[in-house]
């Protein structure tokens, strides 16, 4: 989970505490960076993807673009340790766009970024709500890849799918980790809108990739 702090959205509603620990690292699995550990801030909320998930979703996502890494456009919501979106940049995303609130987790993103000469990521400080509302207004269509990998307990995904359906391409793909799986019979209502076309569990974690469904499976 690359858990953003997000200062006052964090799992447990509290703004995010840093420690004097240090930071710990993550570690990029494939592409141009592969194998390169990347410092992590030690605050309390964020906690990046595990390698092991990592590894099977982009495993799916490679599969499902049939490796055309070079022809997607990415919005990691969310982005926290950046473990998401950097990983998609080192296997050749065009662009990747990472949104986190907290400031000390900018800047560490940012000194990542540099640390890599990531041209094709860029880093925006900002809520991920407005974030998606604002990119679906102005670049209707504009991403192929999404990933939102909020705190729990919140309501975030309920408040942020409509505005993915809007800045997603017809075929995009939505990377969504939950505390509860979002097909079969647990799945919410608000989940009408989109199909579940791979997903899996770590632990307590629920990992899943959404399409959109078309009108004709809607009405279905």
């Not at 964090?10 to 390169?36: D, Y």
Request: with cysteine; hydrophobic share 40%.
């Amino acid at each position: 989970m690359s858990k953003s702090s997000h200062d006052k959205n964090n799992k447990a509603g509290k703004p995010a505490r840093l420690t004097a620990r240090g930071p710990h690292q993550v570690r990029i699995i494939g592409g141009q960076w592969k194998r390169t550990p990347l410092p992590v801030l030690d605050a309390e909320g964020l906690r990046p993807t595990p390698d092991r998930v990592r590894e099977t979703v982009f495993n799916w996502l490679s599969h499902l673009i049939d490796g055309h890494w070079e022809q997607v456009a990415c919005l990691d919501l969310f982005a926290g340790s950046g473990a998401l979106g950097f990983e998609a940049a080192s296997r050749g995303a065009r662009r990747v766009v990472m949104v986190e609130q907290s400031g000390p987790a900018v800047r560490q993103l940012e000194a990542n970024r540099d640390k890599l000469k990531a041209d094709a990521i860029a880093i925006v400080r900002g809520d991920a709500l407005a974030a998606a509302r604002n990119a679906a207004q102005r670049e209707p269509g504009g991403y192929s890849l999404v990933f939102i990998d909020p705190p729990y307990h919140q309501g975030w995904l309920e408040k942020i799918l409509p505005s993915c359906t809007e800045l997603l391409t017809p075929s995009g793909l939505l990377y969504v980790e939950a505390e509860f799986p979002l097909d079969g019979a647990e799945a919410p209502a608000w989940m009408q809108a989109w199909e579940v076309i791979r997903s899996d569990k770590a632990g307590m974690v629920f990992y899943h990739l959404l399409q959109r469904k078309s009108s004709a499976q809607i009405e279905a």
